[in-house]
């Protein structure tokens, strides 16, 4: 058994810091709102989705504790009346918190998700986008679920800032998103996201040379001539153009062209040395230096 990683999108009815109420309470947003959904994709440790679901949580008594804004985004999306009708793809619907969490833990169990063990190292982890705040809501209102994970987890948007600053060079991809406000749909794009970023960094590094990692790579005398031809022809269409800027480029080339040159020279002589050791045995064979 190996490490199980389990994307997690919760949506409430409110954020998770503290706030004060009308009334003048001061509460903290994970313990006071509901928790109105919640969608689960199981992958391995590859990043494979193995099966997803999601649980919904109604009580008419949540639209007394719901944030303003949450109430309305979640009646355009029709999310509350899919829960109050039963109708939409929720694997249960049930009308208090410790049910659902009993329900989610089961399903997790049944379809083969163990809890985190932490000697053995095996077992649920959890990934999703800002997952803290989701985590913030199950820990507060379901202890046991919050139990069953890692207490380590894959913050999806931390890869998304370092795409933007730090790991710019790196070229990773940027997900584009729906905001759709349904858990499962917002957990199916996080897992798009860390599964694009992922093929990216499993991309073969670009080597150009041929060595013992790349035998299908360029042998360096062959290279280097080559770059030279297709310097002389980039060069050639622009011969015609007798500005100070295309005249200064053409002379760039020219000069470039010569150090290949020089330097194709300089590797047929290293070859040249090589040969005097023994016989080239291929990117395979056994160094001769």
């Keep these: 058994m190996s490490l199980q990683l389990v994307g997690v999108d919760l949506e409430t ?6 706030e004060t109420l009308p009334s003048g309470e001061r509460v903290h947003g994970a313990a006071y709102y509901p928790i109105l959904e919640m969608a689960f994709v199981v992958c391995d440790e590859n990043l494979n989705k193995e099966f997803s679901f999601s649980v919904g949580i109604w009580n008419e008594s949540f639209l007394e504790r719901m944030d303003p804004w949450a109430l309305e985004a979640h009646t355009k999306s029709g999310l509350i009346d899919q829960l109050r009708n039963q109708s939409g793809e929720h694997l249960g619907v049930f009308s208090d918190v410790e049910d659902a969490e009993l329900f989610a833990i089961e399903t997790l169990m049944h379809f083969g998700v163990s809890i985190y063990d932490r000697k053995a190292k095996t077992g649920a982890v959890m990934f999703g986008n800002s997952i803290g705040f989701d985590v913030s809501y199950i820990d ?4 046991s679920l919050k139990g069953f994970f890692h207490y380590r987890t894959i913050d999806v948007s931390s890869i998304d800032l370092l795409r933007q600053t730090a790991w710019a060079g790196l070229g990773l991809p940027k997900s584009e998103k729906q905001y759709a406000h ?5 957990i199916q794009e996080t897992l798009g996201e860390l599964v694009g ?10 080597n150009v040379l041929m060595s013992r990692d790349n035998p299908n790579g360029w042998k360096l005398e062959e ?21 100070g800027r295309s005249l200064s480029i053409q002379k760039n080339n020219t000069e470039i062209e010569t150090f290949l040159y020089k330097a194709a020279r300089k590797q047929f002589d290293t070859l040249r040395l090589l040969d005097e050791v023994g016989p080239d045995q291929g990117p395979e064979g056994e160094a001769r230096i």
């Design 182 to 186: 349904t858990a499962m749909s917002d």
């Design 197 to 206: 970023y992922t093929l990216h960094l499993e991309r073969p590094a670009a």
């Design 223 to 243: 290279l280097l001539p080559k770059v030279a031809k297709e310097i002389a022809v980039k060069t050639e269409r622009i011969k015609g153009d007798e500005s």
């Design 13 to 18: 009815g409110g954020l998770n810091g503290y």
């Design 140 to 143: 507060a209102q379901m202890p």
